[in-house]
């Protein structure tokens, strides 16, 4: 785990303006704070808002805030720890740059990630990320106070559990048949059809004219491939007739 630095930074307007600033390269930061109460939004907007600066040319990490329930053990908070909200930015070499958003769903067990990617600053200036979920079920996410994604909750976050499921209570009948075809019963090995050799002496090779058969033995052609082999013989498909369906129920 890295330690943190409390400073102004490389660059600042007021020394005085000081923030939380990791420290050594490579490492994992964590840092939490317990409020003093727990709190539901009900009927006001949660906003989640906080600045972030890059000093330096962000090759993999990312500067999120969470959110998470009252009953974390601060000595043990880590990346593992649940959490009810995610949010922040997020660079990981070229292709990976975007802002996290992701809200925890009681119904699924799951941290549900927005379906839509919200882009995010890869420059060394500050910048200002804001998180707001309305009680309307909608969201809003600005950086540096613009809009940048806004929407509905179920729409952009997989919050509905499926319409349709499998029934529990629906089995397989013991005489569904699953195979759609079947080896023709009717069909036939032609004769001789395993007597035809994969390989046969080349028709075209000829005796080298320095071979000598007292010196080097008796001539014999390089085999080649025998062009009427077809291979191990198998009977032609056909369609059963006692197709039942590939046996998904609904």
Not at 5 to 23: M, P, Q, S, V, Y
Not at 87 to 104: E, M, W
Not at 149 to 161: I, S
Request: net charge negative.
């Amino acid at each position: 785990m890295g330690t943190w630095e409390h400073t102004a930074g490389l660059w600042h307007g007021d020394e005085a303006d000081k923030g939380i600033k990791t420290g050594p390269d490579a490492r994992f930061f964590g840092l939490s704070a317990k409020l003093d109460k727990a709190f539901t939004s009900g009927d006001k907007e949660l906003v989640v808002q906080y600045s972030v600066k890059h000093e330096q040319d962000l090759d993999c990490g990312g500067a999120y805030i969470k959110l998470m329930p009252g009953n974390v053990d601060q000595a043990k908070f880590g990346g593992d720890t649940p959490y009810s909200v995610m949010f922040g930015p997020d660079i990981c070499g070229s292709s990976n740059k975007k802002t996290h958003v992701i809200l925890h769903s009681d119904k699924k067990d799951e941290n549900l990630l927005i379906t839509k990617e919200v882009s995010t600053e890869t420059d060394n200036l500050t910048h200002l990320y804001t998180l707001v979920v309305r009680p309307d079920n909608t969201f809003e996410v600005f950086i540096d106070n613009k809009s940048v994604r806004a929407g509905k909750l179920e729409e952009e976050f997989e919050f509905l559990l499926d319409k349709e499921i499998k029934d529990p209570e629906a089995s397989k009948p013991e005489d569904w048949v699953d195979e759609a075809k079947i080896q023709d019963p009717e069909d036939q090995m032609p004769e001789g059809y395993d007597d035809i050799p994969e390989e046969i002496a080349d028709p075209d090779a000829k005796k080298p004219e320095d071979w000598d058969d007292e010196d080097d033995g008796e001539w014999e052609a390089p085999m080649a491939e025998n062009p009427d082999f077809k291979g191990p013989w198998r009977p032609k498909m056909i369609d059963n007739p006692e197709y039942k369906g590939n046996g998904i129920t609904l």
